[in-house]
């Protein structure tokens, strides 16, 4: 049972340049978040998805897109990643929006 | 504001008790969540309270006050693998989770 699959798990990356983390869920669960940490901060919310075909903005929305096309996936997008983008990116999910969460392993992002 | 406050730091000895307070000023309660998150991995489940009152989960109990605004982890019988973070985190009246900046707790032996 995989759960929740983040990739890549690590990335540097050029200011200026697009990135793609990808998130996947073989859970079925119809909610899901990309969060991200920062020391000395707790988890904010990015983005997220009630259900597929839906999203909604979090507390950090700023200068980051997401999608849900289907239950299983919902990848982050970064259109023009700028240093302050830096972090560790944490991509959950729900079975109902109101339990518990399950998250992916993190994807460690650099913008230089 | 919505507020969480954990200490930020502790220590105890392997096979005490540790207490890891969390205090919370939100906007609604709908529940209050502790994870668990060992350096570099991602935060685990480990007890949800929505009532007044202790959970009790093996080693772990949580306690909640709501009139109080508090919540409480409490650790038995500490090993070396407990030295992690603890996280907790209140859900607010619009069912968003907000987070605690985390305790990292440290064992020593």
């Known amino acids: 049972i995989a759960g929740i699959t983040q990739a890549p798990t690590s990335q540097i990356l050029a200011a200026g340049r697009r990135m793609t983390l990808r998130c996947t869920q073989d859970m079925r669960h119809n909610a899901m978040y990309w969060y991200r940490q920062d020391l000395g901060l707790g988890l904010r919310l990015i983005h997220y998805s009630n259900t597929a075909g839906t999203t909604g903005k979090g507390e950090v929305p700023d200068g980051y897109s997401v999608s849900r096309a289907n239950t299983d996936d919902f990848p982050l997008t970064l259109a023009s990643a700028v240093p302050s983008q830096t972090s560790v990116y944490f991509c959950?999910?729900?079975?109902?929006?109101?339990?518990?969460?399950?998250f992916g392993e993190g994807s460690r992002l650099t913008v230089l | 504001g919505q507020n969480i406050d954990q200490p930020t730091e502790m220590t105890a000895t392997e096979g005490a008790i540790v207490q890891i307070n969390c205090t919370y000023q939100t906007s609604g309660f709908n529940g209050l969540f502790w994870y668990q998150q060992h350096a570099g991995e991602a935060p685990t489940f480990l007890s949800y309270n929505v009532l007044d009152g202790l959970e009790e989960k093996g080693r772990f109990s949580s306690f909640l006050s709501r009139s109080k605004g508090y919540s409480y982890l409490l650790l038995k019988e500490l090993q070396m693998k407990d030295s992690a973070s603890y996280l907790c985190a209140v859900r607010d009246s619009n069912y968003q989770l907000i987070w605690g900046a985390g305790t990292k707790l440290i064992i020593k032996p």
């Open positions: 959950a999910s729900s079975d109902s929006g109101v339990g518990e969460l399950f």
